[in-house]
């Protein structure tokens, strides 16, 4: 045999051997990190479990519980996820492991949200730890200093809706209109103190429509995430979804250009401002290090304007119709607003320890509405080990809230809605039983306004039933099943509104 041939055959063997050992190792590697993956259930090809998820996912999600545990995993179309249920799981994930579960998805739908810059919707990095620290510091030193500011304009609004609730006469009407614009409004004078524009200006109502079509457009454009290709076939969806942000964008960019321009030192007007200061005082070298502009601190208060709009929202929508629902509800909580405050002044913050009923509505109303029952999905930023499973780095994280708020074994009738439950025999709100759901989530992802929701809800709620009975209207069908998407808002319905 000739030289030449011999050194062939040992160049033919050498690559087979060699791509045989490295096909070999990739399966090896591949059975490796499966046969550690959390269990879960078998999908179709391309599609994964997807067709089972087409509605109501928190319900299928929390099912699936059942079967395969608390953590369990699962593909979205191409994509694999990692599903976290319960209390102690979640918290663990989000809270322990807070670094590694802190990532978002790489979604080709979030590049178009406030140009690609929004806080709560990109993934880890030196510059979003930066940002998150100016959030943090910025809303707690402006909630700090501002509290009776604030707590004057949560009233005076609070009242404004009520007396548009009585503007109606005694006649049927949806509330949910009304309330988005006054919390709309709220909200949107906290972060940049604008009040130029007035509940009918049309800037203005095209602001709370875009903030409430952002909830409605990211859901549709949900599986333009999860199946890629479904983006050019609907161009339509994807354009909707772009205009909405585009709205959203051109009017918080004019409040930027004006806070920037007409900042004082010393002189702090709303959140937006407070964010500036708070950037301005940070370490030079760290901002430039991470490459800090202007615009990716105003994005922070858009984020904050179209959370806290929507959620609080929704929230007081879904309490107005379990206050109809059940009449005796109702009268207790008017009944503990009488004995404390009475009808001669407004209530304030510093009610809320001798409101315990008022609290635990609150509560329960957080808990059995469930708004956000998936909250945005997270991502892993390495590979990661939890109880025993290997999460690889990029997976896609569902924190399932849903199944912490109607945990059976944490609330023993978690479908019947009953305030009592957060009270204990001394008639106290129970505090261990107040923090064993996460309706603003946990970690470092928790909504950054979580104090200011709260505080929105107690001062509308008890200003409401204060001046306000509200009652079911004659014939009508009421549903308390909610409306599926990305935030569970309840069916539309209508209600009668009396003065007290």
């Known amino acids: 045999m000739a030289d030449h041939e011999v050194l062939y055959q040992a160049i033919v063997t050498a690559l087979i051997v060699g791509l045989s050992s490295s096909i070999i190792f990739r399966l090896w590697k591949w059975y490796s990190i499966f046969r550690l993956l959390p269990p879960g259930p078998w999908g179709w090809p391309f599609i994964g479990y997807l ?34 249920n319960g209390l102690e799981t979640v918290r663990h994930a989000l809270v322990q492991l ?81 309330v988005y614009l006054s919390l709309g409004s709220i909200t949107f004078g906290l972060c940049f103190s604008d009040h130029t524009l007035g509940r009918s200006d049309a800037e203005y109502l095209k602001l709370i429509k875009s903030v409430r079509d952002f909830t409605q457009n990211v859901a549709a454009c949900n599986l333009v ?40 030192e010393g002189h702090v007007r709303d959140i937006l401002d407070s964010f500036i200061k708070t950037c301005r005082e940070m370490n030079e070298e760290i901002k430039q290090e991470v490459q800090l502009k202007d615009e990716h601190i105003t994005n922070i208060a858009a984020d ?140 470092k992802r928790r909504c950054l306004g979580e104090l200011q929701a709260r505080w929105e809800l107690f001062l509308f709620v008890a200003t409401v039933v204060q001046r306000c009975h509200f009652e079911k209207v004659p014939g009508e069908t009421y549903d308390l099943a909610p409306e599926p998407g990305l935030v569970l808002h309840p069916k539309h319905f209508n209600i009668i509104a009396k003065s007290r």
């Not at 929390?62 to 995993?73: A, F, N, Q, S």
């Not at 709205?247 to 409040?255: G, V």
């Open 98 to 178: 807070g670094e590694n579960f802190a990532g978002r998805p790489s979604f080709h739908t979030f590049q178009f949200i406030e140009n690609g810059k929004s806080m709560a919707f990109c993934d880890v990095g030196p510059r979003w730890k930066v940002r998150r620290t100016i959030a943090l510091n910025g809303l707690h030193a402006f909630l700090k200093d501002k509290v009776h500011p604030v707590e004057i304009a949560m009233t005076e609004e609070a009242i404004y809706l009520v007396e548009t609730f009585l503007g109606n006469s005694g006649k049927p009407f949806n509330p949910e209109n009304s």
């Open 304 to 443: 904050l304007l179209r959370a806290g709009t929507v959620t609080v929202s929704v929230t007081l929508t879904w309490a107005l119709l379990y206050m109809i629902m059940d009449p005796k509800i109702q009268e207790r909580l008017q009944n503990e607003v009488d004995d404390v405050i009475g009808p001669a002044r407004n209530p304030r913050l510093d009610d809320m320890g001798s409101l315990p009923y008022t609290e635990a509505f609150i509560l329960e109303t957080l808990r059995k509405s469930s708004i956000a029952p998936l909250s945005l999905p997270h991502a892993t930023t390495k590979d990661t080990t939890l109880y025993g499973y290997h999460i690889p780095r990029g997976t896609w994280v569902i924190p399932n809230l849903f199944s912490i708020s109607h945990d059976e074994k944490i609330w023993s009738d978690p479908h019947v809605f009953r305030p009592e439950r957060f009270l204990t025999p001394e008639n106290t709100v129970n505090e261990t039983l107040a923090k064993s759901f996460l309706p603003f989530s946990a970690g």
């Open 51 to 84: 067709p089972k998820l087409k509605t109501n996912r928190h319900l299928v999600l929390t099912e699936l519980r059942k079967t395969y545990g608390d953590v369990y995993c699962l593909k979205i179309g191409v994509h694999r996820a990692v599903v976290l």
């Open 225 to 264: 995430d999860i199946l890629p290709w479904l983006r050019y076939l609907w161009k339509d969806k994807l354009k909707s979804f772009i205009e909405v942000n585009n709205t959203l964008q051109s009017i918080l960019s004019r409040q930027e250009r004006e806070h920037l321009a007409t900042f004082e």
